[in-house]
């Protein structure tokens, strides 16, 4: 009781000083008065050596500072403890951050603010002061002071504070010191911890804009961090449990407040090292295996242990154990490192709390998507309980946990929803964790495991079937792990890729999250239309067209002609067209000439027949078609393939007649069971360039056939799939050709009286085609009276000019080289029959045909054909009458929201096409003339694409949606230029624009135009 009362007295004495200084505050008149008040009271609670304010203050004021009470050391503590505890020091700090800081402090010199001013906040109980600072921060607006002074103020104070004198580490401190005489942590000392820890992971937040740099939550929370990682050895020395208790607690709530705003990174990173350093040390320590009892005996392990326990929220115990796993990564940590890391933080952990289990089980093996190496260490402390030894025979006990993480795992793993709706990151690295844990198993282990092997078998199956190349090797290389199990002896090789040793989990590919889309990794790219295509579309739908160049690279080594299309009216001269043979028999005959003069002797002649002497060689179109259909004469296909494209080319009248059957039989025919072993794709690339000769110079009869196998029963998907790639090599061909046309000539459109030349020259006038006339030199006398003038003449009608070349033409002989100019793209003119039949009717189930079902990837061809068909034709008025029926294929939902990724990317791909083709002056015109069908499809694109980019799990998906808005943006962008030339056109001329036009927008993305 005496105690009690004796304290009360003193907090009234200093309550009662406090009120003083505040009135003698409030009636000085100078600086220095305000300086000798503050410096009255903080005599009595620091010790202050008073000669180092006497040369920066005024005489008058010198002896009143040298002769100010002063307390000893006991008492001066007492009055610290009751000044800071009580009531008087919140009292106290309210004058001194808003009067003082706004009236005096600028007036004040160095020494004086340092040792009267900001003594009261650096010398403090670091506990009271951050709760008296940091509300200052949100100080409002006010008449009387300065908001802006009194906020830098507290901001320069809190940064001298909690960072340059080690005020978070001297609050961890106070809180133990404050539990010494309690064998527990009351409710009390817990609110108040969790009070302080709130407002110290505040203050970033509450910072201005224009706060000191240290002050943002990046270089603040790491230096808290710092600050409260190195007083570890001091705090280890802390005998007392209670004492450890409430600083674990204190650090705990700091660690789940960085992390709860968003910091986890910047605190792992400087907690990482520190426990990796830990564990190191005392692997080096013991050279023999390293039981558990040497980390559960050390203290810096139940530093660590304790920290966790204190972390009761659930998100900061995810966030801390996800970035703690990259950093070990990062670190480079051995598998038996991060394993005892993971087990000194998290083995109790996981041992008594069901959440923390489910994390790394489930969520982390389900959800979350990790480097392999944290893959693999998240099953060997969570699934299998042991840490990592070259002893075979040792194992956890936790068996049962690895059968039922298996099971799980293969569950997810072989549903075809899940292979056809994940990103390919979560593919891979389900597939990874399904074969390290068949990897860490036996035959007799995985027969006591429910229905593992169907399912594992059920997944191969539909990867198989992907059109991913990435996709079809995870199902192989499980396959081949599988089969390890099953019998070692005999492994399953099904990809080449699998034949080493070891096998990449990681499939080639970068761990990275979704998260804002930040096209870097981008991982896309825009080819010469503007069309944004992706690597693995590429891959998918021109992987038969890289075939198709490889082949020809591989033809020229064979010798065999490549054939391009050539001008019908190119003057060619006769004799070179046997100069190729010609030039092989010389070869042969000089050949024939070295071996003779070589041999010292007569050879006998070999008069043995050789049957490929006696074959005949096919010169007709007609012999190709039944060669080809005598599918028993493996020879006569071989020969019937090697002939067809050069024949082809040639177009020989009789190919007009023959196309359509020739058509016919190149699909039909079996290159695999007519080639050689192991020339199998040579033939087919034989029989793909023959397709693709026939289309470009027969696009008609061709495509008519073409079509008409497209849907029938009698092909399979295989051959489906064929036609419309040498559709599409055929296409570009056509759109890549070059054709001569006579040049449009442009006269004057009134004729000039007097002719623009000189007067003593003769008259143009002549017949079509003469020349211009040149002067001549006269041998006569050096006097002439005039000049003599000459020129070209054109043939009269019958009359033949003889030379040594003859040009071989279908066009008239009177049209000059001046007046024919070279034209591209020929496709714009079979574009319709490209195009208009192969999308009549898809959506139809047929015998054999599903392209909605089964055969997507039919379907994702056909998209991707179609796509560019419209580019070929891009600009041409072609292209706007194609452009809305394949816009209303895309549009619909069986289409634009199909399972497949592969589909979609086709669909996406497409729509980027049309956005390309479309010239913009027609969507301008279409608008005006009231033809809402275009503005509607254009319009779906948008929404369509950005539902894409925002919730689509495929990344080549959501790159290319934003690829495609992008050109969206730019195509109307140009379109509203077009509009507003044609609208200030129109009301140049007084005429009135159509009411519908109206109703007819197109808008920008991200912008408000429309």
């Known amino acids: 009781m005496e105690e009690a009362k004796r304290t009360r007295e003193l907090e009234s004495r200093v309550v009662e000083k406090v009120g003083e200084v505040i009135r003698e505050i409030e009636r000085a008149k100078q600086a220095d008065q305000v300086i000798c008040t503050l410096h009255s009271l903080a005599v009595l609670l620091f010790p202050i050596d008073s000669s180092l304010l006497s040369g920066s203050i005024d005489e008058r004021f010198k002896d009143q500072i040298v ?129 302080v820890a709130q407002i110290v992971t505040s203050i970033p937040d509450k910072a201005r804009l224009r706060a000191p740099p240290l002050l943002s939550s990046h270089l603040f929370f790491k230096q808290i961090t710092i600050q409260l990682l190195s007083g570890l050895v001091e705090r280890l020395a802390i005998s007392n449990r209670s004492d450890m208790d409430v600083n674990c607690l204190f650090i705990g709530e700091i660690f789940s407040r960085i992390c709860r705003r968003g910091s986890s990174d910047v605190l792992l990173i400087e907690v990482t090292p520190q426990i990796l350093r830990h564990v190191r040390s005392c692997l080096s320590s013991n050279s023999d295996i390293v039981d558990r009892d040497v980390f559960e005996s050390n203290p810096e392990s139940q530093f660590w242990l304790k920290i966790m326990e204190a972390i009761t929220d659930p998100y900061t115990v995810e966030r801390i154990s996800e970035q703690l796993l990259h950093q070990l990564a990062t670190e480079h940590a051995s598998d038996i490192e991060a394993y005892w890391v993971l087990w000194i933080l998290f083995h109790q952990l996981l041992q008594r709390q069901s959440s923390v289990r489910s994390m790394f089980v489930d969520k982390f093996l389900l959800w979350k998507v990790f480097p392999v190496c944290c893959l693999q260490w998240i099953l060997q402390f969570a699934v299998l309980g042991c840490p990592p030894v070259t002893n075979s025979q040792t194992k956890g006990h936790e068996t049962n946990g690895l059968f039922d993480t298996v099971q799980r795992l293969a569950a997810v793993w072989s549903k075809r929803d899940f292979v056809q709706s994940a990103p390919v990151e979560q593919q891979a690295y389900i597939t990874a964790a399904v074969g390290l844990c068949l990897e860490k198993m036996s035959k007799e282990e995985l027969d006591k495991t429910k229905d593992v092997m169907q399912s594992i078998l059920q997944g191969v199956s539909c990867r198989l079937d992907s059109p991913a190349d990435l996709v079809r090797k995870m199902a192989s290389t499980i396959a081949l792990v599988f089969s390890k199990v099953i019998d070692p002896k005999n492994p399953l090789y099904l990809d080449d890729s699998c034949n080493g040793e070891s096998i990449d989990w990681e499939f080639g590919l970068t761990t990275t999250e979704k998260g804002p889309l930040s096209i870097s990794n981008a991982e896309k790219q825009i080819d010469e239309t503007g069309t944004s295509t992706t690597p693995m579309l590429t891959k998918d739908f021109t992987h038969t067209a890289d075939g198709l160049k490889g082949s020809n690279v591989k033809s020229k080594s064979k010798k065999s002609s490549e054939f391009s299309l050539v001008d019908p009216d190119e003057i060619i001269d006769p004799a070179t067209l046997n100069y190729k043979s010609v030039s092989d028999e010389n070869d042969d005959e000089d050949a024939s000439e070295n071996s003779d003069s070589s041999d010292s002797s007569l050879q006998p002649y070999d008069l043995t027949d050789d049957d490929t002497d006696l074959k005949r060689k096919m010169s007709q179109l007609v012999d190709v078609v039944g060669a080809l259909r005598k599918s028993d004469d493996a020879d006569g296909v071989e020969r019937a393939l090697d002939v067809a494209e050069s024949l082809i080319r040639a177009s020989p009248d009789e190919l007009t007649h023959v196309a359509g059957d020739l058509v016919r039989t190149l699909v039909q025919v079996r290159c695999s069971d007519t080639a050689v072993e192991g020339e199998e794709e040579t033939a ?202 394949l816009l209303d294929m895309l549009r619909s939902r069986e289409v634009c929201h199909h399972k497949e990724a592969y589909v979609r990317r086709a669909v996406l791909f497409a729509a980027s096409c049309v956005l390309v083709a479309l010239h913009p002056s027609y969507i301008a015109s279409s608008l005006v003339e009231g033809n809402l069908e275009i503005s509607e499809g254009l319009e779906w694109i948008r929404t369509w694409a950005l539902q894409v980019a925002d919730s689509d799990t495929d990344r080549e998906c959501y790159t290319m949606a934003v690829s495609c808005l992008q050109l969206h943006s730019e195509m109307a962008l140009q379109a509203s230029r077009a509009l507003e030339s044609a609208e200030s056109t129109f009301k140049a001329k007084s005429i009135n624009l159509s009411s519908s036009l109206s109703k007819g927008t197109i808008k920008i993305p991200y912008s408000n135009v429309e």
Request: hydrophobic share 40%; aromatic share 8%; charged share 20%.
């Open 67 to 195: 002769s100010a009470k002063v307390h000893a050391a006991n008492e001066r503590d007492d009055w610290w403890k009751a000044f800071y505890q009580g009531a008087a020091f919140p009292t106290l700090a309210r004058v001194l951050l808003l009067d003082i800081a706004s009236s005096w402090l600028t007036c004040f010199p160095l020494s004086a603010k340092k040792h009267v001013y900001d003594v009261f906040f650096v010398n403090g109980l670091s506990t009271e002061v951050v709760q008296v600072l940091v509300p200052c921060l949100r100080q409002s607006c006010s008449d009387v002071h300065d908001v802006n002074t009194i906020q830098s103020n507290v901001e320069r104070l809190l940064v001298l504070c909690l960072l340059d004198n080690g005020g978070v580490l001297k609050m961890a401190k106070e809180f133990s010191i404050s539990s010494q005489s309690k064998d527990i942590i009351n409710e009390r000392l817990k609110s108040a911890v969790s009070r």
């Open 684 to 885: 087919e690339e034989k029989r793909q360039r023959a397709l693709i000769a026939l289309i470009v110079t027969r696009p008609f009869e061709s495509l008519d056939t073409l079509n008409k196998l497209l849907y029938s029963p009698n092909v399979d998907v295989s051959q489906r799939i064929m036609i419309l790639d040498v559709m599409t090599q055929a296409a570009e061909e056509l759109a890549n050709s070059k054709t001569m046309k006579p040049k449009h000539q442009t006269g004057p459109l009134i004729s000039t009286i007097s002719e623009p030349q000189p007067w003593f020259l003769p008259s143009n006038v002549g017949p079509p085609g003469a020349g211009s006339w040149r002067e001549i030199s006269d041998t006569g006398t050096l006097l002439n009276w005039s000049n003599r003038y000459e020129r070209e003449l054109p043939l009269n009608p019958g009359q033949v000019k003889r030379g040594k070349t003859r040009r071989w033409s279908l066009r008239s002989g009177n049209i000059r080289e001046g007046q024919i100019e070279w034209s591209q793209n020929k496709f714009p003119l079979y574009a319709a029959a490209f195009m208009l039949p192969a999308m009549q009717g898809f959506d139809k189930k047929r015998r054999g045909v599903d392209l909605l079902g089964s055969d997507f990837l039919v379907l994702g061809k056909l998209i991707y054909m179609l796509g560019v068909g419209m580019k070929c034709a891009s600009m041409h008025p072609e292209a706007s009458a194609l452009a809305p029926p």
